[in-house]
């Protein structure tokens, strides 16, 4: 890729997010600026910036890898990620917006009166962005390292940089802006060279994705491998070989690899003939391309409870992400709440067809992209692979700039909603000027862990963080606006189950994944186990401890539930 | 639990107000505020209504993301099953689904707003 236009399009997207920024500095003056933007801002203003907060690395990249490597099963991801705006619409929108209050922490507090339980919420927030916000790092790193061969910490340090500028700064008003105009990025940039590239398709004489056999390369290729790594091989090839493979070195040479397992040694360059077949390696499924296009066809184990549990951890897990929530206090009330979330619905379905084109183009023109592993760069390779000359190049700019957007507002919405809680629950103290120094640790921690950590998938990770928050504040939530008799200690019993549950799955995952069989697919998607337990035992405990159901919930029902026109005493709640 | 409700501190919370409600219809207002018997009643009534609702989007969602997984599933041909040049699972994966869930989304709102419309009405009649 030329790597100038790239570095163009990373610098316009960086410098647009500063200018709209600082139009948005002008108008933020007070504390609850700072934090709902005043509540004043529209439905679709509302639903973009949402839309833009939402759409993060794991949407822009992560989707389509996920769909070239593993194919069909992959395309309830997406689904999954629309469909828990329904989901949160039906549930939970509305009341969220009346209960009035900025954060999860204070959600919490305000529904069980419990100071202990505010803690608790608190500290599983700040958790669940940190997590979120390691791919998003990681994300960008790929990126620019993509385009420029620039190491991976540069695109992170980048990354975290414009975020806490733009988060200190400006605060959730000028963020608003930002990330409505980085949800209209995203789409442009994830749409157009979609539909390009599908003309392109089209004009090759459609080749198709169901033939019985692996992959095939459509032209010489030569793969270096970035790190040591094993490659399956289903039918043999005979690649030229300057390395080491299977212990033995080469230089040159043609070996030819027959079915099985092989080992490739860091920095060798395997250069294979086109129409050659695909070796693939071994942490993806080696699957033919009849396979590949149909679910459940054994392209993983135990795919129909992998299936369900991935549905669970997105559909639930939306509503209790703390970056999502704190944007339906900006509606001025509970109707254009749910107008919002509507809206949030549509601009998200017209996004998802982009992923979902490009991954299955990508299994047709970058199946290379299966030996090294690296798939979730395939929506950034794509246009220069398909299209030669400055029309590949300008697309794959296009969506170089699209992918940092994804970065940029994931991760300052995720780091406003952490600097949130931090100023208010660890500094004890709320204020714009603390608030400015929250944001430093709230991103700058996940930033270390994402150069620490390495390998996860950026899907992998963003999917594990949905599993957390489905396990925690789901339940909570779901429980919390519609059943009055919810205790404070069944509460806490639930949100500590699902919490120390899905946390455990994560920390192996992260720490010793992936492994095999039935415990591999249990860590990876913990939901379908995690979720029915949190709800069970928060109902369970409840139903034990009817004396710490909170007094006042009463006016709590009539506060979350009561529509706005009738005006009457909510009760008093001070965060 | 009966609380005393001082009504010189009464504040509005949420929202601004919308349209001015006249005094004399105020009564359905205080039988929430002092949470007299028919206030509750009509409180839960709302809950229960939007609850049923909801739980009514839940099911179709149910149904729908808990079947398709299983068709697949136990009906191997439905995998390969061609419908408009496209199979079956990402017909209804990569295109219909969204504006199936907009759909979705777009009749829940109607209702829910419905609802609340009743209950105001109730509420301000008394």
């Known amino acids: ?575 | 639990m009966i609380r005393e409700v001082d009504r010189s501190k009464r504040v509005v919370v949420t929202g601004p107000r919308t349209r001015a409600v006249p005094g004399a219809t105020q009564r359905g207002v205080l039988d929430l505020d002092e949470q007299t018997t028919i206030g509750e009643v009509y409180l839960r009534s709302l809950i229960r209504t939007q609850l049923r609702l909801a739980l009514t989007v839940c099911v179709a969602v149910v149904l729908i993301g808990g079947g398709l997984p299983l068709l697949f599933a136990l009906w191997p041909a439905a995998r390969s099953y061609h419908v408009a040049g496209l199979q079956l699972p990402w017909l209804a994966l990569g295109v219909l689904a969204y504006p199936a869930l907009v759909a979705g989304g777009w009749a829940y709102v109607r209702a829910a707003e419905r609802n609340e419309g009743n209950f105001v009405a109730l509420v301000e009649r008394r």
């Open chain 1, 1 to 575: 890729m030329n790597s100038g236009y790239g570095i163009t399009a990373i610098a316009l997207v960086v410098a647009l997010t500063a200018v709209i920024g600082a139009f948005g500095l002008r108008i933020s003056r007070t504390t609850s600026d700072f934090y709902v933007a005043s509540r004043t801002v529209t439905p679709l203003w509302n639903a973009s910036a949402i839309g833009g907060e939402y759409l993060s690395a794991a949407s822009f990249l992560g989707v389509a890898g996920l769909i070239l490597a593993y194919g069909a099963d992959m395309l309830w991801l997406p689904v999954g990620f629309t469909g828990g705006y329904l989901i949160m619409l039906a549930l939970v929108a509305a009341p969220l917006r009346r209960s009035g209050v900025y954060t999860l922490p204070d959600f919490t507090q305000l529904r069980l009166s419990s100071t202990r339980l505010r803690a608790l919420a608190s500290l599983l927030v700040v958790v669940i962005c940190w997590l979120y916000l390691m791919p998003q790092f990681q994300g960008a790193g790929l990126t620019l390292h993509t385009v420029t061969g620039a190491p991976r910490w540069a695109g992170e340090l980048v990354v975290a940089v414009v975020v806490i500028t733009t988060v200190a700064a400006g605060g959730m008003r000028s963020i608003t802006f930002v990330q409505a105009f980085q949800y209209w990025l995203k789409l442009t940039a994830i749409i157009i060279p979609a539909a390009f590239l599908a003309i392109v398709w089209h004009s090759h004489g459609s080749p198709s994705l169901s033939s019985d056999t692996v992959p095939h390369f459509r032209e010489a290729t030569t793969i270096t491998v970035p790190s040591d790594l094993e490659l399956r091989v289903s039918q043999p090839v005979a690649p030229r070989v300057s390395g080491t493979v299977d212990g033995a070195s080469y230089v040159g040479t043609l070996v030819t690899l027959g079915p099985g397992d092989h080992k490739v040694r860091r920095g060798t360059h395997l250069k294979f003939d086109k129409g050659a077949a695909v070796p693939v390696t071994t942490h993806l499924p080696s699957i033919t391309d009849a396979k590949w296009s149909q679910p459940m066809s054994g392209n993983r184990e135990h795919s129909l409870y992998a299936t369900y549990s991935l549905i669970i951890a997105t559909l639930l897990g939306t509503m209790g992400l703390p970056h999502i929530l704190v944007r339906f206090y900006t509606n001025p009330d509970g109707r254009t709440a749910r107008r919002t979330t509507l809206s949030v619905l549509t601009l998200l379905g017209m996004f998802y067809f982009g992923p979902t084109i490009l991954g299955a183009l990508g299994r047709i023109y970058a199946p290379d992209l299966l030996v090294t592993g690296r798939v979730d760069s395939v929506v950034l390779e794509l246009p220069t692979r398909m299209l030669g000359g400055t029309g590949g190049h300008l697309l794959a700019a296009l969506v170089t700039a699209g992918a940092f957007a994804a970065f940029l507002s994931t991760a300052a919405g995720l780091t406003m909603a952490a600097a949130a809680v931090i100023s208010q629950d660890v500094f004890r103290a709320g204020g714009v000027r603390n608030f400015r120094l929250a944001a430093v640790p709230a991103s700058l921690v996940p930033f270390g862990f994402a150069l620490a950590a390495g390998g996860l998938a950026v899907g992998s990770a963003v999917s594990l963080a949905f599993a957390v928050a489905a396990s925690t504040f789901c339940p909570l939530l779901v429980l919390g606006v519609w059943w009055r008799g919810l205790s404070t200690v069944g509460a806490a019993a639930g949100m500590i189950t699902g919490g120390l549950l899905a946390g455990s799955a994560v920390l192996a995952t992260i720490l010793g994944g992936p492994y095999d069989g039935w415990p591999g697919v249990l860590l990876a998607q913990p939901a379908a186990i995690t979720v029915p337990a949190a709800f069970a035992v928060m109902i369970g405990v409840s139903l034990l401890t009817p004396r710490h159901v909170p007094p006042n919930i009463h006016r709590i029902m009539v506060r979350l539930h009561v529509p706005e026109p009738l005006t009457l005493d909510r009760g008093e709640f001070i965060g």
